[in-house]
T-cell receptor, first 111, second 109 residues
């Protein structure tokens, strides 16, 4: 039982490049989330998916797109990376009575 | 709008002391409250989940309480150790998930 997994762990991009962050969970949770964490800013919600087939914007969605591929997988795409998107990205999944669980994070640097 | 506050923002205590971290929230209509630990450069690890119908949960040296009527939760750490040094965050789970900004805990050897 791996919980929530994320790939890659680290990534360096040049401004304007695109990439997709992958997330998968094996806990059969309905809800999945993408957060970013910056020094002094705490966790900020980018997008979430309450169930397979649905996605909604969070607090800071600009510059990102998401896909809930199936119940297990929720990907985050940066179409044209900007230095302001340098951050640590966390995926999480939850079920109401089970709580919220996080992946190990992806450290992204945009030059 | 739900707001979650954690005070203090930082705390240093000598090894061996018992300590309490505080989490307060403004709307008592919550489903659950969850405490997390985050080590520098690492992800968030779930410590304790308290359902809205529960008053406390225990795991080892950790005890978390929930008082919905007063909008408060506390995380009690017994016999603190240097390995307990980390940032502790609480999150309120209702229609949304709202995090506090965390308490950075340093246990002095």
């Amino acid at each position: 039982n791996a919980g929530v997994t994320q790939t890659p762990k680290f990534q360096v991009l040049k401004t304007g490049q695109s990439m997709t962050l992958q997330c998968a969970q094996d806990m059969n949770h309905n809800s999945m989330y993408w957060y970013r964490q910056d020094p002094g800013m705490g966790l900020r919600l980018i997008y979430y998916s309450a169930s397979e087939g649905t996605t909604d914007k969070g607090e800071v969605p600009n510059g990102y797109n998401v896909s809930r591929l199936n119940k297990r997988e929720f990907s985050l795409r940066l179409e044209s990376a900007a230095p302001s998107q340098t951050s640590v990205y966390f995926c999480a999944s939850s079920e109401l009575l089970a709580g919220l669980y996080f992946g190990p994070g992806t450290r992204l640097t945009v030059l | 709008k739900q707001e979650v506050t954690q005070i203090p923002a930082a705390l240093s205590v000598p090894e061996g002391e018992n300590l309490v971290l505080n989490c307060s929230f403004t709307d008592s209509a919550i489903y659950n409250l969850q405490w997390f630990r985050q080590d520098p450069g690492k992800g968030l690890t779930s410590l304790l989940l308290i359902q809205s119908s529960q008053r406390e949960q225990t795991s080892g040296r950790l005890n978390a309480s929930l008082d919905k009527s007063s909008g408060r939760s506390t995380l009690y750490i017994a016999a603190s150790q240097p390995g307990d040094s980390a940032t502790y965050l609480c999150a309120v789970l209702d229609d949304k998930i709202i995090f506090g900004k965390g308490t950075r805990l340093h246990i002095l050897p």
